[in-house]
């Protein structure tokens, strides 16, 4: 059995806190509910369950927004108040910023504002997306019903986003380890059989020569190299801030072998996700294509709405820039059309965004499959050229002596 901890508000409207041991998390909601509680929230009592929160920073996770909007939900439902909630999700959060700023949305609405006057005041920790679908929230009377919403939206939003990060964060690793067994052999090992070398005055191979002279360089040099990869780094990052930096990088990440295909998919996502939860709110599709602009950033694919804002103001339909822009998959303005000639193109968009989610989902097992041998030949293809440097005269030394 597991342990859970939880959060309920219980029966008499008074929020509790503890921890219960359970078969599943299915076992231990269902055991809470049966005491008449509202969960607000119930996870595995673990430390890996937790959120890694840095200390720097303005804004709030797709995840931490999420189980905020969940928990706002629950605690709607079972009546609470919205001034009630807002400190109780204030004392519970562990995000620093999120807890500030719903501290000044609760006294922001004590005064009179509405809760999403309140929440836009604070634009740096809450989307513009977010802050939409509790106006309409609040206007039809159904703010429980924006906030499940918004919780499904930030909820997928972070997975798909955990997904990018678990199939990039492998072979960065991967590469970091590489570079490390490099320095260490080409300026600790391969040194010290320098003058080993020397003394035998002994005609090295060529690949010995080689990799003595960039050991020489890496060991004499080691802070014209730091300086040197500093200094392309920063030229990289003032490069990208223009305009055709941005573009220029922008369309290397959509070309990128393996991973280009995975932003897109991870975009038209995101795209349709957005969009239907946007269009649900009551946004125009104008406008939603304008906050989606401000979300995305690729900047060929944040060009490409742009555009395609620009068309749908002047009465083209959606499907028609999305599929010029050629970025997006045709599964994505195809199934606009169809949506938009049905005038369902909200639950349409719905759709795609799972199709593309599980898609993502896929595309990362396959990224990580066939990253793993590929890492290991550039690895032996880096790491064998300097063992052989070193073998290749020592072998030869050896040879010699047993001639005498």
């Not at 509790?134 to 499904?152: I, K, P």
Request: contains cysteine; aromatic residues 6%.
């Amino acid at each position: 059995m597991a342990e859970y901890s939880y959060v309920v508000v219980a029966q008499n409207g008074k929020e509790r806190k503890g921890t219960m041991e359970a078969n599943s998390e299915e076992a231990a909601r269902a055991a809470l509910k049966a005491q008449g509680n509202v969960v607000v929230s119930l996870g595995e009592a673990s430390l890996l369950n937790k959120e890694i929160e840095l200390p720097f920073g303005n804004g709030a996770s797709a995840k931490a927004l999420g189980l905020m909007c969940r928990q706002m939900e629950s605690l709607i439902h079972a009546g609470v108040t919205i001034i009630d909630a807002l400190r109780m999700m204030a004392d519970q959060t562990e995000n620093k910023n999120l807890k500030k700023a719903l501290q000044i949305v609760r006294k922001d609405v004590e005064k009179g504002d509405s809760l999403a006057d309140a929440m836009d005041n604070q634009s740096n920790i809450f989307p513009e997306i977010l802050v939409n679908m509790v106006r309409a929230g609040e206007a039809s009377g159904n703010l429980e019903v924006a906030f499940n919403r918004m919780s499904t939206h930030f909820e997928k939003n972070a997975r798909i986003k955990g997904l990018i990060v678990q199939a990039m964060i492998y072979p960065i690793i991967l590469l970091i380890v590489i570079i490390g067994v490099v320095v260490l052999m080409m300026v600790k090992i391969v040194p010290s059989f320098t003058q080993t070398f020397a003394d035998a005055n002994m005609e090295l191979p060529g690949i010995t020569k080689a990799v003595m002279a960039v050991s020489d360089f890496m060991s004499n040099y080691w802070l014209v190299m730091i300086g040197a990869i500093i200094a392309i780094v920063v030229a990289c990052k003032l490069f990208q801030r223009t305009e055709q930096g941005a573009l220029f990088f922008g369309r290397l990440m959509l070309k990128m072998p393996l991973f280009g295909k995975l932003i897109v998919k991870q975009a038209s996502a995101q795209f349709s996700r957005t969009m239907s939860t946007l269009l649900a709110a009551g946004i125009t599709l104008v406008d939603a294509l304008e906050i989606l602009s401000k979300i995305v950033s690729n900047y060929i694919i944040k060009g490409a709405l742009k555009s395609a804002r620009l068309d749908v103001e002047q009465g083209i339909p959606l499907s028609v820039p999305l599929e010029a822009s050629g970025v997006f998959p045709p599964m994505v303005y195809q199934m606009s059309k169809i949506g938009e000639e049905t005038g369902n193109l909200e639950g349409m968009l719905d759709r795609i965004a799972d199709y593309f989610e599980e898609e993502v989902e896929s595309a990362t097992k396959s990224i990580t499959a066939a990253l793993e041998p590929l890492i290991i030949i550039i690895m032996a293809c880096v790491v064998v050229p300097i063992v052989l440097a070193i073998m290749l005269p020592m072998l030869s030394m050896m040879s010699a002596a047993d001639n005498v």
